[in-house]
């Protein structure tokens, strides 16, 4: 307390006082528990364990402004300023409300938010970082581990989870924050594999038992009929038989596909031995789905049994005059109708007129099913034909004018043909051969394998100034020129080996090579972004990575730092929208794996002053390099290879924004369209090969006439 003079006086006793916190928007907020007290010197009150309750912070978030009002006697009063934040994470929401119903094995969790809130219900302040555990999920970016709250209270977990639990099985998803764990629990529906047809209890050694039909149902008995395999939505169902007997192989790379939750198995080959036969059907993809089943066998009482040998039927017959045998070494997708040629050859062996006649009434309507989903498909693939030239032609009304906004010449940006053509000069160089392909690819291959090859690292990016742009390749040397792909495994689309270990010269970018008459001389670099760890630090709204500015020991930022390198290389207009599977860009992964930390400075006595805060390296604008851990580089270098500049411009108007927004917009659809295309005429090549495979099989055994008349 003060007197009118200033002068402080002394608590004679604890006074009555009374608190209260003010919010805005009507926020109501209880003083639950509070204990004054008279400091030792008598000269100040304290006052501890003030317990706040409030279920309607967020009326006041972000900022979470409010006035402590302090009443002392005598009507006077303090008024303090303080922020009344939410409390750690206590319990938590996931949206959608049917999240059960994406719990599918082998799927991508598409649509998963999390809401946190604390103990009182408010939701948790933005930023706060929340780790994760998972049981019967796993990550698709494998350095995943935690997440910071969004503005919202929430955390996106959309296409992030695989689900790795089987059918029946619990699966989990826990919150980790401040040592405390939150757990939500989930049970993925059950599902049972099941035989719908009449299995007999015993048959005749050496012959086969014939139409069994299989299903998945669910807990009511119900059958699923999304257990359909499809190749366009990427999910395969599948189911494959696999004997327990020693006297009888049969072939288990062999796979019959489940329609509408149905499969059929035309027939099961029985072995020659008496006894018990025991063979497992099972979901190739699912072995919780498995069924067991048991025949006795019993000797043929006539005869001497025939056995059918299935596989060697199977070798007898090419299709598409295939000289290639189906063999256990060559996996095939087994569908019902291969299997009816195996099926027609043993009927047609017995002589079973009313097996023939029903392989040819199946026959007569596989080639008019398919017949008719050649005809949708052709017709789906026109429409997207017209769908991808009205892009291009609305894309190249806007591609003008784009290029004026952005400062792009007719390939890139400013000074990347350049680049360009000197990179494809390099006869003996594995980063002129890629960009030479790429440059000659369609649209097409590029949604194909090789679309996943994204270029060299030098066109990737473009610096504001031609001195940034020296300075940093001078920086990454050879890594200028590495290639750049998706993930690890499309490496084999550069280069293959031989048994021995040796390289194959005649195949993939080697022997696009020798066509060219050029050579790769040496090892080349090449980094695949899909197995790059990400950089977790936050982003603005530019995209850029929110680093802590460095700091010297007394706490000061060092004189002359510009910024991070990473920062300051900006990603190339065309590749704007690559990204890895799991969302991130060129920048938190390609760039900070070749820059790190490395910090930018104006002169080379600025970075020697700042030695104690550089981690990764640093670069002065005069020319100075550090690469950290006590490495300097030394001399003077003039490189060929640059990043492409582009001068940095004014703020961008609102129209600009919106026409480069429909741009991307539009090279989105056209992507998305072509990807679709590509799909598309993959399934007519399929539907075109069985189609003629059916035809050619009714031609071997009924009229031509017959034929017309089934079409």
Same mark, same amino acid.
């Given at each position: 307390?003060?007197?009118?003079?200033?002068?402080?006086?002394?608590?004679?006793?604890?006074?009555?006082?009374?608190?209260?916190?003010?919010?805005?928007?009507?926020?109501?907020?209880?003083?639950?528990?509070?204990?004054?007290?008279?400091?030792?010197? *008598?000269?100040?009150?304290?006052?501890?364990?003030?317990?706040?309750?409030?279920?309607?912070?967020?009326?006041?978030?972000?900022?979470?402004?409010?006035?402590?009002?302090?009443?002392?006697?005598?009507?006077?009063?303090?008024?303090?300023?303080?922020?009344?934040?939410?409390?750690?994470?206590?319990?938590?929401?996931?949206?959608?409300?049917?999240?059960?119903?994406?719990?599918?094995?082998?799927?991508?969790?598409?649509?998963?938010?999390?809401?946190?809130?604390?103990?009182?219900?408010?939701?948790?302040?933005?930023?706060?970082k929340v780790g994760f555990s998972v049981d019967g999920f796993c990550w698709l970016d494998r350095s995943f581990s935690s997440k910071k709250v969004d503005a919202f209270g929430c955390i996106d977990l959309c296409g992030l989870l695989r689900v790795t639990g089987g059918y029946g099985r619990n699966v989990s998803l826990s919150i980790c924050s401040n040592k405390e764990s939150i757990s939500r629990v989930w049970q993925i529906e059950k599902r049972q594999l099941r035989i719908s047809s009449q299995i007999p209890e015993s048959c005749f050694a050496g012959s086969q038992l014939e139409h069994l039909e299989f299903e998945v149902v669910n807990s009511k008995g119900e059958v699923d009929v999304n257990f359909h395999d499809e190749d366009e939505t990427g999910q395969s169902h599948t189911l494959v038989i696999k004997s327990q007997s020693q006297f009888m192989d049969i072939e288990d790379s062999v796979k019959y596909v489940f329609r509408q939750g149905r499969c059929l198995v035309r027939a099961v080959p029985v072995p020659l031995e008496t006894g018990e036969f025991t063979f497992v059907a099972a979901h190739s993809g699912c072995p919780d789905l498995q069924l067991t089943l048991k025949v006795l066998i019993e000797p043929h009482s006539e005869m001497e049994p025939q056995p059918l040998n299935i596989r060697h039927s199977l070798n007898a017959i090419s299709f598409m005059e295939s000289e290639t045998p189906i063999t256990s070494k060559s996996p095939q997708q087994f569908t019902p109708e291969k299997m009816d040629i195996c099926y027609a050859e043993s009927r047609l062996l017995e002589t079973d007129r009313e097996s023939f006649r029903e392989?040819? *009434?199946?026959?007569?309507?596989?080639?008019?099913?398919?017949?008719?989903?050649?005809?949708?498909?052709?017709?789906?693939?026109?429409?997207?034909?017209?769908?991808?030239?009205?892009?291009?032609?609305?894309?190249?009304?806007?591609?003008?004018?784009?290029?004026?906004?952005l400062g792009i010449d007719s390939y890139g940006s400013l000074g990347k043909n350049r680049i360009l053509t000197r990179v494809e000069s390099k006869s003996d160089c594995a980063a002129s051969l890629v960009m030479k392909?790429? =440059?000659?690819?369609?649209?097409?291959?590029?949604?194909?394998?090789?679309?996943?090859?994204?270029?060299?690292?030098?066109?990737?990016?473009?610096?504001?100034?031609?001195?940034l742009s020296r300075l940093f390749s001078e920086y990454l040397g050879d890594q200028m020129l590495a290639v750049v792909c998706k993930h690890y495994e499309d490496v084999r689309l550069l280069e293959s080996y031989q048994k021995n270990?040796?390289?194959?010269?005649?195949?993939?970018?080697?022997?696009?090579?020798? =066509?060219?008459?050029?050579?790769?001389?040496?090892?080349?670099?090449?980094?695949?972004?899909?197995?790059?760890?990400?950089?977790?630090?936050d982003k603005d709204v530019e995209g850029k990575l929110l680093f802590p500015d460095p700091t010297l020991p007394n706490g000061s930022t060092p004189a002359g730092f510009l910024g991070y390198a990473v920062n300051m290389i900006n990603i190339d207009a065309d590749h704007s929208d690559t990204k890895t599977d799991s969302g991130c860009g060129l920048r938190e992964t390609l760039f900070y794996r070749l820059f790190g930390d490395t910090q930018v400075y104006e002169t080379r006595d600025d970075m020697k002053r700042a030695i104690s805060c550089i981690k990764d390296g640093a670069i002065s604008m005069d020319g100075g390099i550090l690469r950290g851990n006590g490495a300097v580089s030394l001399g003077c270098l003039e490189p060929d290879i640059v990043f492409p500049v582009v001068p940095a411009k004014n703020r961008l108007s609102e129209s600009d924004m919106r026409l480069l927004k429909r741009y991307r917009e539009l090279k989105l659809e056209l992507k998305e369209t072509i990807a679709m295309l590509v799909k598309k005429n993959k399934s007519r090549e399929s539907d075109l090969k069985r189609f003629k495979e059916r035809r050619d099989l009714y031609a071997r055994y009924f009229t031509p006439r017959d034929l017309e008349t089934c079409l």
């Open positions: 307390m003060f007197d009118k003079y200033d002068n402080r006086i002394p608590f004679l006793e604890l006074p009555n006082i009374s608190i209260k916190i003010n919010c805005p928007n009507s926020t109501r907020i209880i003083i639950n528990h509070c204990s004054p007290s008279i400091s030792i010197d *008598k000269l100040g009150l304290v006052i501890e364990d003030l317990v706040i309750e409030s279920s309607d912070l967020d009326n006041i978030r972000p900022s979470y402004d409010a006035t402590m009002v302090l009443s002392l006697p005598e009507n006077s009063h303090l008024d303090i300023p303080i922020k009344v934040l939410p409390g750690s994470v206590q319990d938590f929401t996931v949206q959608p409300e049917n999240f059960e119903k994406q719990l599918i094995p082998g799927t991508i969790i598409k649509d998963l938010n999390l809401e946190l809130f604390d103990a009182y219900g408010n939701h948790v302040q933005e930023n706060e392989f040819r *009434k199946d026959l007569e309507d596989d080639i008019h099913e398919i017949g008719l989903r050649i005809g949708k498909v052709e017709a789906e693939i026109r429409w997207l034909e017209d769908e991808q030239r009205q892009i291009e032609v609305n894309l190249s009304e806007l591609e003008g004018i784009r290029d004026q906004i392909h790429l =440059k000659g690819m369609r649209d097409q291959d590029r949604c194909g394998l090789m679309g996943n090859i994204i270029g060299i690292v030098a066109l990737l990016g473009t610096t504001p100034t031609f001195e270990g040796k390289l194959n010269p005649d195949f993939a970018l080697h022997m696009f090579a020798r =066509k060219l008459g050029q050579s790769i001389n040496g090892r080349y670099l090449v980094l695949c972004i899909e197995d790059i760890r990400a950089c977790e630090v």
